[in-house]
């Protein structure tokens, strides 16, 4: 298994994720592109001392931008919906 630090990059704490969280348990990451929901479970069991329920991964595509007459285009963000047995939570420092 590879480092959980390394799959789960970051906590996604936006308001959307706050109204997941408050009413169904639901917490959301981003991920390494490549990591699959197994490997997700692991690392937030491992990571945070929690019980993983499910598993839900979406992969938003990343926009084409322009700055004056270049165009760029940023990368893909892999997000993963991770629900918790109830009655257990993830405090975010």
Same mark, same amino acid.
Do not use: C, H
């Given at each position: 298994?590879?480092? !959980?630090h &390394? &799959?789960?990059?970051r !906590?996604?704490?936006?308001? #959307?994720?706050? +109204?997941?969280?408050?009413?169904? %348990?639901?917490?959301?990451?981003? *991920?390494?592109?490549?990591? %699959?929901? *197994?490997? &997700?479970?692991?690392? &937030?069991?491992?990571? +945070?001392? *929690?019980?993983?329920?499910?598993?839900?991964?979406?992969? /938003? #595509?990343? #926009?084409?931008? $322009?700055l $004056?007459? /270049?165009?760029?285009?940023?990368p %893909?963000v892999?997000?993963?919906?991770?629900?918790? #047995?109830? $009655?257990?939570?993830i405090? +975010? *420092?």
């Open positions: 298994m590879r480092d !959980p &390394i &799959i789960v990059k !906590p996604l704490v936006t308001e #959307k994720g706050s +109204f997941l969280s408050e009413r169904s %348990n639901m917490y959301s990451f981003e *991920v390494a592109g490549d990591a %699959n929901k *197994v490997e &997700i479970r692991k690392a &937030i069991e491992s990571l +945070f001392k *929690v019980n993983v329920v499910g598993v839900n991964t979406a992969v /938003r #595509k990343g #926009k084409v931008k $322009g $004056g007459w /270049r165009t760029y285009a940023r %893909n892999k997000r993963a919906l991770v629900k918790l #047995k109830p $009655g257990q939570t405090e +975010f *420092v």
